[in-house]
């Protein structure tokens, strides 16, 4: 059997000075393009049928390297609650929920959110405990109205 060599520094966590490098790791969606498929997908034909919402879908299903970063569960948590603040303040402004807004403004938030991605996974950072990012944790108001409230 050949002997393979793999460099530490190779593999891993893409985020500098990771404490969890070696985890396992996750492959990140840099513009979330999940938010607005499953937003969509919730309005029906209307915008399901849009050759858009495919190209979307395609996209986001082929997982290429300049749309994707490769990071442990700790900085895949930061990065999902800094995604959380950004697109309640792009709802804020926009005074609309995900599935109402236009196409162009999806692009923009999920522009937006690629440039937030890109301009953190250069910076140093702790991570986030990944339980800090478990559906209820993170999502507590759509727990209670689906009915999985743990009291």
């Known amino acids: 059997m050949p002997i ?4 530490t520094s190779d593999v891993g966590c893409t985020k500098p000075k990771c404490a969890h490098r070696l985890e396992v790791t996750h492959r990140h969606h840099r513009r979330q393009e999940t938010l607005f498929i499953n937003a969509y997908h919730l309005r029906g034909p209307k915008k399901t049928k849009d050759d858009k919402y495919w ?5 986001y299903e082929e997982f290429r390297p300049e749309d994707t970063v490769i990071i442990c569960p700790w900085h895949h948590c930061e990065i999902h609650l800094l995604y959380d603040q950004t697109i309640h303040d792009d709802q804020r402004m926009r005074c609309k929920r995900l599935r109402d807004y236009t196409w162009p403004q999806a692009y923009s938030l999920m522009n937006k959110l690629r440039q937030l991605c890109l301009d953190w996974e250069t910076e140093p950072s702790p991570g986030v405990d990944p339980v800090e990012c478990e559906p209820e944790k993170r999502f507590p108001q759509q727990q209670k109205k689906r009915g999985h409230s743990h009291h």
């Open 4 to 7: 393979i060599t793999v460099n």
């Open 55 to 59: 190209r979307l879908c395609n996209t």
